[in-house]
């Protein structure tokens, strides 16, 4: 169903790109809004996004309720309409399909996508919270044997379960493992994922931040590891975010920014000068790339701000698919904010903290760039 394979989009998952976790586009009758849904996604492409990803959290998990039954509708919608843009771009779109649930459900997901021409799953384990780390593995497995896997890390606090070292390292051995989704809002737990794949062997995995708390520094640091002999390096190259659903014109210039930065500072694995590098940092002056760093640091905290407004972090995360659809409708992308559940809502203050956060950071918005482009999106 779809002529973009793996193997013409792999080397873009490896290289590192932006995939917007989308959200799902509703009509005042709270139906699928097929007008303003592809507008959204050509909204991601038209702002340089590289990926879109559809069936996930923000997508909604309800979509898979048999009285909503909106996954496959959305996966031959999103199918036809990345055909479209893949025609007017120069890369093709990667195309990430969520999977959830237990082996059963997760396989038929699984075999949708596949047949809807999606490259990968993101394979959610929140589903099976009381199974053993061998259950689970088997549960991976089973999957991969029908779409290749990007492997999802979600933070406990919105539904997912702490996954040792050992789990990812086993995990990495999986042969259809393509990418990892690294997202559970911890600093130690991110190094458990990266040490994992590094210790692993493999180097053709590639690694994306979910940490929508982190996204500036996860894209800044490189991950050294000492395996036998050698020192292995990695880094994670791209993101696949909710943050992204929104601001995305924006997220696509700070990540090539991020991209500039790193290449420039980029060392060569196993090199001693290199390791020891930073100690010459503050006796010498501070030149345009130390200018820059400072720059994307400070944007990093920005976007922590920013985050905190639209996913809601001072009510645990309770109205993070309405704070997206709330930045969507304020551009005029979205009808209204309104969410499958209608007890799904902004959280009080939520409204005003994104107003906030708006006008202190206005230069990582897409208002402008929206605006620009948005008749031609909602054309039929």
């Not at 990430?96 to 997901?109: F, N, S």
């Not at 999606?118 to 029908?146: I, K, P, W, Y």
Request: charged fraction near 25%.
């Amino acid at each position: 169903m779809c002529d973009v394979t793996l193997a013409d989009v792999r080397p873009l998952l490896q290289r590192g790109v932006v995939i917007p976790a989308s959200p799902l586009a509703l009509s005042s009758a709270r139906r699928l809004d097929e007008r303003r849904q592809r507008a959204l996604w050509r909204y991601y492409s038209g702002a340089g996004a590289g990926g879109i990803a559809i069936g996930v959290h923000t997508t909604q998990f309800a979509i898979r309720d048999p009285q909503v039954g909106l996954y496959e509708p959305l996966l031959a919608l999103a199918a036809d309409e990345c055909r479209r843009l893949d025609a007017r771009r120069a890369e093709p779109l990667v195309r990430v399909a969520g999977l959830c649930g237990p082996t059963p459900q997760a396989t038929r997901e699984a075999e949708r996508a596949r047949r809807y021409g999606f490259h990968a799953g993101l394979l959610s384990l929140g589903a099976m919270a009381n199974a053993t780390a061998a259950q689970l593995l088997d549960h991976c497995r089973a999957v991969a044997e029908v779409i290749p896997l990007f492997g999802f890390y979600l933070q406990p606090a919105v539904g997912g379960r702490v996954l040792d070292y050992a789990f990812w390292r086993d995990f990495a051995l999986i042969e259809q493992v393509v990418a990892i989704k690294i997202a559970p809002f911890s600093r130690y737990q991110t190094l458990d994922v990266v040490r994992a794949v590094a210790e692993s062997g493999r180097d053709d995995i590639a690694l994306y931040t979910g940490n929508d708390d982190n996204i500036v520094v996860d894209l800044l640091t490189e991950y050294r590891f000492r395996v036998g002999e050698r020192t292995v390096t990695r880094r994670i190259v791209g993101g696949l975010l909710g943050h992204w659903a929104v601001w995305t014109h924006a997220a696509c210039a700070l990540f090539a920014a991020c991209r500039r930065a790193t290449a420039r500072t980029a060392a060569t694995p196993g090199d001693p000068d290199a390791r020891n590098a930073w100690r010459t940092v503050a006796d010498a002056p501070a030149g345009p790339d130390e200018r820059d760093w400072r720059e994307l640091l400070t944007a990093a905290a920005a976007v922590t701000d920013m985050n905190a407004a639209v996913f809601d972090a001072a009510h645990s995360y309770a109205g993070c698919i309405p704070g997206i659809h709330e930045v969507l409708r304020r551009d005029g992308l979205l009808e209204q904010v309104a969410c499958l559940d209608p007890l799904e809502t902004l959280s009080p203050g939520q409204a005003q903290e994104i107003d906030r956060v708006c006008r202190s950071y206005p230069e990582w918005t897409d208002t402008t760039f929206i605006r620009t482009h948005l008749a031609e999106w909602l054309r039929d």
